[in-house]
Nanobody
């Protein structure tokens, strides 16, 4: 079993920044690649960014150049730095251990003036 706890969400104005954190505990030896997903209001959940244990990354086209995913393997934490936020980034953000059913509980990000 792996437990994931997200934090760092909140309300921010357009153009602002937030950093999300996802702390993992439990059977963390099984964790390889991690991902951040988001679910905008009334829409399906979508993959935002992924990172392997070796820190190879991939991003959804809509966040390239604005979001950065990173990880600290010593602390078992994955981050999502979000800059130049736009109203369309408003969503509940979830972290996930890829290729498993381990999800965090989600953290709300609202971008609004």
């Amino acid at each position: 079993q792996v437990r994931l706890v997200e934090s760092g969400g909140g309300l921010v104005q357009p153009g602002g920044s937030l950093r999300l954190s996802c702390a993992a505990s439990g059977s963390i030896f099984s964790i390889n690649a991690m991902g951040w997903y988001r679910q905008p209001p009334g829409k399906q959940r979508e993959l935002v960014a992924t990172i392997t244990r070796d820190s190879n990354t991939n991003y959804h086209d809509s966040v390239k150049g604005r979001f950065t995913i990173s990880r600290d393997n010593a602390k078992n934490v994955v981050y999502l730095q979000m800059n130049n936020l736009k109203p369309e980034d408003t969503a509940v953000y979830y972290c996930k251990v890829l290729w498993t059913d381990y999800w965090g509980q989600g953290t709300q990000v609202t971008v609004s003036s």
